[in-house]
């Protein structure tokens, strides 16, 4: 980020405008093309999901609007768009309307503090993963509010149970990312990726000496997202759409965004903790080993970076959507005893046998 | 021993689910393409080569044949109510002489419940009957 910060103020002292302006445009625009990319990202996500999963079920999604049915999802955000914000009767109106509001700003934070390539995190503290693991938890908290103003028990119950969620799901994560921590000796999302180096490329990515740590983390990312098997707080089944049952039009499409790119985020997340961020599998970029050493080298290695880290997250989606397409929903309690009683345990032994790994003389 | 056997079950079911990327889907694009019938597919009701028995009246389950007779007691015509037809086939099969066949067309669906009403002359070509039915 150094990098490109000196090269756009060297480039804004060209025209004489003031420093204090560039200070300001500097992190205002990547988070405008945060903002774009993810409406982007989103309607990819969604057709790749429908598509996905009507494959899964060997049907054909979504393929009536446009070639191969690759306009579905901006058909539906338009249609989305023109329906009526409908506010039912007893709702408490302000904290109905800020919830959706809410819901998407810890979304957007979240995704800029994910190092995308080597020059390329837009906000850059010493203390990333802390920060990304209470961004992560903070959607939970405008869903339940967006359940409790709703006035209907449906949504209350969803609410509900989303919290419940994520308060026994929030534990086996900490523990594992502590395990994460300790194997970096950093807790900055940069500091990580690049610990994760090595000359043989995927040998050093940590999901080998944290296996146990990848699945444990994976399931309660599966619990925080509300993705299947753990989609209790939406429901369809039970609570007929959970949280967000009373909502309608652009106040559901928020929700709905949110979700999908919180998605995105955590799917991210994982790669980078575990599966190398933004390195190359193979240890060597290929743009450097195709085109050597020289200056459009060095520049096409960043889009690489960001190649690599997107492949890999879209790996882990793929393997997100498979699991929805297979397994059924679990009940509420069986959900709290299995985090409880299985995950946290586990995710403390993987914490102790990291340790012996690191500092017992085992690698 | 007991999550051994569930991440087993999960596994396996996640296989299974992942075989189905690579089979043919099953859902066919209904208007343009269409999928093939048997050939002992019931469909629209024709008639060719009357007689005028009357079985077909007699034997039909849901009362969906009727015909108008003349002074003389001779049938006239024949009407197949397509409303109440359930396409069993049992007119086909009971016909002395094969005059009623079905055929494949089954896109029956109209907005006049008269359009329904299939209306055939004894002593007639079948394309006059056809073309009247249209």
């Known amino acids: ?363 | 021993m007991k999550f051994i056997k569930a991440a087993i079950n999960i596994s396996d079911g996640l296989l299974t689910v992942f075989k189905h990327l690579f089979r043919k889907p099953v859902t066919l694009e209904y208007p343009e393409k269409r999928r093939e019938l048997n050939n002992n597919f019931r469909g629209k009701l024709t008639v060719d080569g009357c007689i005028g028995c009357g079985v077909c009246k007699r034997v039909c389950p849901s009362g969906a044949i009727s015909y108008e007779k003349n002074l003389n007691g001779k049938v006239l015509s024949y009407t197949f109510d397509l409303n109440k037809c359930i396409f069993c086939g049992n007119c086909k099969y009971y016909c002395p002489c094969g005059a009623i066949s079905m055929t494949k067309e089954y896109e029956l669906a109209s907005a006049n419940k008269k359009d329904l009403k299939l209306k055939y002359n004894i002593g007639v070509p079948e394309e006059e009957n056809i073309k009247e039915n249209k």
């Open chain 1, 1 to 363: 980020m150094n990098l490109l910060y000196f090269m756009y103020m060297e480039y804004l002292a060209k025209y004489n405008i003031p420093k204090l302006f560039g200070d300001i445009t500097f992190y205002i625009i990547p988070f405008c093309i945060i903002a774009l990319a993810l409406l982007i990202i989103v309607l990819i996500l969604v057709l790749a999901e429908r598509k996905l999963l009507g494959y899964f079920t060997q049907r054909k999604g979504p393929n009536r609007v446009g070639y191969w049915g690759i306009l579905q999802t901006l058909a539906d955000a338009i249609k989305l768009l023109c329906k009526e914000n409908i506010t039912p009767k007893g709702v408490d109106r302000f904290l109905f309307n800020l919830a959706p509001v809410l819901v998407f700003v810890p979304t957007f934070a979240a995704l800029g503090i994910i190092p995308y390539c080597a020059e390329f995190t837009f906000v850059n503290t010493s203390t990333n993963v802390i920060l990304y693991l209470i961004l992560a938890a903070f959607p939970i908290l405008s869903i339940f509010l967006g359940g409790w103003a709703s006035n209907n028990k449906y949504s209350l119950m969803g609410a509900m149970r989303s919290i419940a969620q994520v308060i026994s799901y929030e534990l086996p994560v900490t523990f594992v990312l502590l395990s994460i921590v300790v194997l970096s000796s950093s807790t900055n999302l940069t500091g990580i990726t690049l610990a994760q180096y090595s000359r043989a490329g995927f040998a050093g990515w940590f999901i080998f000496p944290c296996i146990i740590g990848f699945v444990v983390m994976f399931v309660s990312i599966l619990a925080e997202l509300n993705r299947c098997p753990f989609d209790l707080p939406e429901a369809e089944s039970e609570l007929i759409c959970g949280y967000n049952t009373e909502y309608s039009g652009m106040r559901f499409a928020i929700f709905y965004l949110s979700e999908y790119a919180m998605l995105f985020a955590n799917s991210m997340f994982l790669a980078i903790l575990f599966l190398g961020g933004y390195l190359s599998p193979f240890g060597g970029y290929i743009s450097h080993i195709l085109l050597g050493d020289s200056y459009l080298a060095s520049i096409l290695v960043y889009f690489e970076q960001v190649f690599w880290l997107f492949l890999k997250s879209a790996l882990l989606i793929f393997i997100i959507i498979w699991i929805r397409a297979t397994l059924p929903r679990l009940a509420s309690f069986d959900l709290l005893k299995f985090s409880w009683s299985i995950l946290l345990p586990v995710s403390i032994v993987n914490l102790l046998l990291v340790v012996l790994i690191k500092f017992g003389g085992l690698l």
